[in-house]
Structure formats: structure tokens, C-alpha cells
């Protein structure tokens, strides 16, 4: 079944204590992204990747970070979490083919306390 | 730069009627449009795209939305909503060439379908 998985689904944390979500995709696709969802404000995009090794800034990347070394793969990484940095997370691919749609994973939400 | 303006936080339709999601884009050239829609504790799912070709687009669940270009608007319909429509809709915009591939979404509509 073709799918986007990220990992945890539910995460509680403590100011300061590094963290990681995972994200993988197995439908091959080149382009992955990370957005975060507040109320009002709607999907922002947090980083993006066009290719292996390839990564760049969306609207709100500050305090946070990403890394893509194999395809599949796009973990976000967040080396200081702070209290404002509480959302919920959403990973999502597609191919690069004209007008291909995105395929989102099921959400990760974190509580920065 | 490229952008979505969705001007309603809220729909609210009768079972039954007609609904209309308003979105509205701004992108260089001619823009990839696309709808999204998020039921509660989900993921986005992907309900319909416009990249070339007849104006009216159809999609999933009996969604079809509409692209004018003179308006730059890209409004999700629906014939006769039911209440299992409701939820969160996102409308996207992405630029045929050049810039980024990755979309850029509106903040999003909340459907209320009421019995």
C-alpha cells in the first residue's frame, strides 16, 4: 500500500530535549516536505527536499532542522524544542511529474511543555 | 512568490444544498491548483487538481471545482452536500515552472454540513 508513515503519532516533551520524527515514504518519490498546522493559521511549510542531499527553507524553518540521505527518509529534527514549537506535524511526498499531488502522512502532534 | 487566499474560516450548508468553498491564487505564470480535504485526526487527502485543459474539474466524493483565470480563483462545489462532507477543505497553488515544486496551501475552510 502506498503510504507516508511518520513516527510518533503522539509526542509530550520537555523544553530543551532534542527530538526527531521520522518520516518515510515508499512510493519513490523525489520531493518530501514538512508542514505544521496551528489553528487559524492554517498548513506552513517547514523545509523541503527535491532530491537526496538536496534540502531547502519553507516559510517557517527557524528551530528546526532536516536532513535527507536515502529517498524514503525525511526526519525532522528539532535540537531545542521551545514551548511555541507545540503543533501538530505533517510529512507528505509526491513525484515531480507536472501537477503530481502531494500524499501526507497521518500527523504527528507535539506538546512542548 | 506564490499564494492562496481562502476568504471564509467557515461554511455552513443544510444537507442537501449547494455548497461553494471560496479560494483564490496568486502565482507567476500558470499555476497547478489542487484541493485538499482533512477529516478530524487525519491526514490531508487529495480531492481533485486543476493543471491544464477544461476549466471544470471533477474529483473524489462528487467534488468539482471550477478555474478561472481571469479571477485567478480555483471554488471547490458540490451539487448536494451531505453531513459526512464536513471537514477542514485546503485549497493549494503551485507554479507550472520555475521556483519551488512544493505547493503552497490557503489556511484552510471548516464545511459545517447541518441535518
Known amino acids: 500500500e502506498a503510504q507516508v508513515t511518520q513516527n510518533p503519532r503522539y509526542l509530550i516533551t520537555v523544553t530543551g530535549k532534542k527530538l526527531t520524527v521520522t518520516c518515510s515514504q515508499n512510493?519513490?518519490?523525489?520531493?518530501m516536505s514538512w508542514y505544521r498546522q496551528d489553528p487559524g493559521l492554517g498548513l506552513r511549510q517547514i523545509y523541503y527536499?527535491?532530491?537526496?542531499?538536496?534540502?531547502d527553507k519553507g516559510d517557517v524553518p527557524e528551530g528546526y532542522k532536516v536532513s535527507r540521505k536515502e529517498k524514503r527518509n525525511f526526519p525532522l529534527i528539532l535540537e531545542s524544542p521551545s514551548p511555541n514549537q507545540t503543533s501538530l506535524y505533517f510529512c507528505?511526498?509526491?513525484?515531480?511529474?507536472?501537477?503530481?499531488?502531494?500524499?501526507f502522512g497521518p500527523g504527528t502532534r507535539l506538546t512542548v511543555t | 512568490a506564490q499564494s492562496v487566499a481562502q476568504p471564509e474560516d467557515q461554511v455552513n450548508v443544510a444537507e442537501g444544498n449547494p455548497l461553494t468553498v471560496k479560494c483564490t491564487y496568486s502565482?507567476?505564470?500558470?499555476?497547478?491548483l489542487f484541493w485538499y480535504v482533512q477529516y478530524p485526526n487525519r491526514g490531508l487527502q487529495f480531492l481533485l487538481k486543476?493543471?491544464?485543459?477544461?476549466?471544470l474539474v471533477k474529483g473524489s466524493y462528487g467534488f468539482e471545482a471550477e478555474f478561472n483565470k481571469s479571477q485567478t480563483s480555483f471554488h471547490l462545489k458540490k451539487p448536494s452536500a451531505l453531513v459526512s462532507d464536513s471537514a477542514l477543505y485546503f485549497c493549494?497553488?503551485?507554479?507550472?515552472?520555475?521556483?519551488?515544486?512544493?505547493?503552497?496551501f490557503g489556511r484552510g475552510t471548516s464545511l459545517i454540513v447541518h441535518p
Open positions: 507528505a511526498s509526491s513525484s515531480p511529474g507536472l501537477g503530481d499531488e502531494q500524499y
Open positions: 512510493m519513490n518519490h523525489e520531493y
Open positions: 502565482v507567476s505564470g500558470n499555476p497547478y
Open positions: 493549494a497553488v503551485r507554479a507550472t515552472s520555475g521556483g519551488s515544486y512544493i505547493p503552497t
Open positions: 527536499s527535491m532530491n537526496v542531499e538536496v534540502t
Open positions: 486543476y493543471i491544464t485543459g477544461d476549466n
